[in-house]
């Protein structure tokens, strides 16, 4: 039965503007009448029709040895991972080095062949680097392409290297040495980023900001304090990434399949020659796990997390409620159809995308939840998450390091708005407490200064001695050293507090730190 549906498309235009987009109908056509008896050729992808148009005719696979029939096109379509996996060359080139050298140590190919080996892996990677390579489709995945490749080009000696190896212990040995390359990057993006905010905090040394609970004001605080509170969690978000590469950086390979092999292989050669601490102890755990690849999403995510935490607190302090900052055109977008609009786009894709790493987690979690130990072929779906996880998590830091270089924060607006809220109840409190009364006492009284204030229109340190006798006669002249948003910030004095010398210790720590030397240092 075939089936006719008869459609009048329209073209629409987007305007490109980040901001406030809209479609706009111009044009319509005749109507299209499309037989379903056998799909239109337009509903094929662009990358499956380039498949079957360019590149040499489907060969015989390289597992297919007891198979009588090829697979179908749809099937090959669907499994084949070469399209996303290919980004694993260089490790899984690695691998096949040091796999290579290990079997001739163990006399298990001839140097010869070694050298054969060696020599086409080094051509097949120049050629790759150099855009010359092939990739196929019918050869499934990266390593199915390298090893077909590297037959086509010194032929009998490749069909040696998968000796005592299986794609199931050589993929996840790529995948490791993948993990640990991109932890690498992450924590150097990770300390620009961290070196851009002391920055920013140097060059607004002193100015204080209104600190936030529930977002609702609640005591002054240095901003240099509060930038070196995010610079706290990026470097936890550090020490769970470098953790996480210490755990992942065990090796797989020789592992094989499942049940290592029988073959005198020696796996702590081909460990020390890949840089793992050891090889792993069991050959089932060795292709089944995929924990290092979860903790690794895991650390991402929460770094993701901070990094929406930041995005979301520049956001709102760039609106006009707040104005406490102010973007640089450089990192700023406008509105299609409001001229006036400035908007700090970069942070509000920061704070979007926390949530597409989330989502990988989310993928890689659900994958794993129901599979039986070795391998299974739902693995092949660990990698676009991976991949998708750390190119994310590298464009948001990259993205929020230049923001935090081309931002100005407005220092009149913020003094302007810091009388508002009572900041320095709590520090008057604490005067109190000096004087021997009890907080919960000093608590109640404060708060009927508040109250008072409420009913006078005025901040705490315009109340006169006589007004604050008024509420309890411990109040004395010494008072006024305590209130008002500067003299309470003073008076911080315990570890990791906002007094300014507090502060000015935490800054060194971090210039000595992240070694920022006098010329950055400004």
Request: aromatic residues 8%; charged residues 25%; proline residues 4%.
């Amino acid at each position: 039965m075939s089936y006719v549906i008869s459609l009048r498309p329209a073209i629409y235009h987007h305007y490109p503007n980040q901001g406030e987009g809209r479609l706009q109908h111009t044009h319509s056509f005749p109507a299209v009448r499309w037989n379903f008896s056998s799909p239109p050729k337009a509903m094929l992808s662009s990358e499956l029709k380039e498949s079957h148009d360019q590149g040499p005719s489907k060969e015989a696979k390289l597992w297919g040895g007891r198979f009588e029939d090829s697979v179908t096109d749809a099937v090959e379509r669907f499994s084949e991972s070469v399209s996303f996996d290919k980004v694993l060359y260089k490790q899984d080139i690695m691998g096949s080095r040091a796999h290579a050298r290990m079997l001739a140590h163990q006399g298990l190919i001839t140097d010869s062949d070694r050298d054969s080996i060696l020599r086409g892996l080094d051509e097949i990677e120049r050629n790759i680097e150099e855009g010359e390579f092939i990739w196929r489709k019918d050869r499934e995945d990266v390593h199915m392409n390298i090893e077909a490749a590297l037959t086509d080009m010194i032929g009998e000696p490749a069909k040696k290297l998968h000796t005592a190896r299986s794609r199931n212990d050589q993929v996840v040995t790529d995948l490791r040495l993948w993990c640990r390359m991109a932890i690498n990057k992450i924590v150097v993006a990770i300390k620009e980023l961290q070196v851009a905010l002391i920055k920013l905090g140097l060059k607004n040394e002193g100015l204080i900001v209104p600190g936030y609970t529930h977002l609702q004001r609640a005591q002054p605080v240095l901003l240099q304090h509060l930038l070196l509170s995010y610079v706290e969690q990026l470097e936890r978000d550090i020490s769970r990434l470098v953790d996480c590469k210490d755990r992942l950086n065990i090796c797989p390979l020789g592992a094989c399949a499942l049940a290592g092999t029988g073959l005198p292989i020696d796996r702590f050669h081909t460990s020390d020659a890949l840089g793992f601490t050891a090889p792993m102890r069991n050959s089932i755990d060795a292709v089944s796990d995929r924990d290092f690849v979860l903790e690794f999403l895991s650390a991402n995510s929460i770094l993701a997390v901070h990094l929406s935490r930041l995005g979301e607190e520049w956001v709102l302090w760039a609106s006009e409620e707040f104005g406490f900052l102010t973007p640089s055109d450089s990192v700023s977008t406008g509105s299609s159809i409001m001229p006036q609009k400035k908007n700090p786009d970069p942070m509000e894709l920061v704070r979007g995308k926390s949530a597409r790493v989330v989502g990988d987690l989310m993928s890689l979690l659900v994958l794993c939840k129901g599979l039986p130990q070795a391998y299974n072929r739902d693995l092949q779906e660990d990698k676009e998450p991976l991949f998708d996880s750390v190119k994310t998590v590298l464009g948001m830091l990259e993205v929020t390091a230049e923001f935090a270089h081309n931002i100005t924060f407005n220092g009149e607006r913020i003094q302007k708005a810091l009388p508002a809220g009572h900041l320095d109840a709590t520090t008057l409190a604490d005067y109190l407490v000096k004087k021997g009364m009890p907080f919960r006492t000093s608590h109640e009284i404060v708060g009927k200064c508040v109250a008072l204030c409420v009913t006078r229109n005025c901040q705490l340190c315009e109340l006169t001695l006589d007004q604050l006798k008024g509420v309890n006669p411990i109040f004395e002249e010494d008072v006024y050293d305590f209130l008002g948003v500067e003299n309470s910030v003073k008076k911080f004095s315990s570890y990791g507090s906002t007094g300014s010398q507090c502060v000015a210790e935490q800054v060194s720590f971090w210039i000595s730190k992240l070694q920022i030397g006098p010329t950055e240092n400004e």
